[in-house]
């Protein structure tokens, strides 16, 4: 499989994650949104909007390593001024982490996340690309969930 890279040899955005996810769990998390989808077919307007809402605010995974990264930095560095040094190599890691994660799209706290089905970006608005798709937002009607969820992946 040919790896879009961005100009510094790097995986392109949408594909960092992914490819540092295990076949199994990136699996889980397309058939997960699949299983989304699929009561949606058919479903009135104002039951899609609601979901699209629901979707809009879902956390993707980079806002949840941000938020657990700065956490834990947060609390190392504290810790680290009330009770003891040592503590302070908690926002060294945090830091090393997140860095490691913005460069390859991997971090060591990525598989668990995966595991646990947080979704990228890209896979969350896959997701609303197949509910406006069956809404009828791009002309005609489409009434099957895996053929919206197929022009969602190659629009």
């Known amino acids: 499989m040919d790896i879009p890279r961005n100009a510094y040899g790097f995986p392109a ?3 960092r994650v992914p ?12 058939e997960r949104t699949m299983e989304n989808v699929r009561p949606f077919a058919g479903a009135a307007t104002r039951k899609i909007d609601a ?5 809009r605010r879902e956390w993707d995974i980079e806002r949840t390593l941000e938020a657990n990264a700065s956490a834990l930095a947060l609390a190392g560095c504290v810790l680290g001024v009330a009770v003891d040094k ?8 945090a830091a090393g982490f997140l860095f490691q994660h913005s460069m390859q799209g991997w971090c060591p706290p990525l598989p668990l996340l995966r ?10 608005h896959e997701e609303i690309l ?6 009828g937002d791009f002309g005609g009607e489409v009434w099957d969930a895996d053929d919206a969820m197929m022009q969602a992946m190659n629009p």
């Open 13 to 15: 955005t949408d594909d």
């Open 19 to 30: 490819l540092h996810t295990s076949d199994r769990a990136n699996a889980r998390i397309r």
């Open 51 to 55: 979901r699209i809402d629901a979707l």
């Open 86 to 93: 040592r503590f302070l190599v908690l926002p060294v890691l």
């Open 115 to 124: 595991r646990m089905g947080v979704r990228t970006s890209a896979e969350i």
């Open 130 to 135: 197949a509910l406006r798709t069956l809404r």
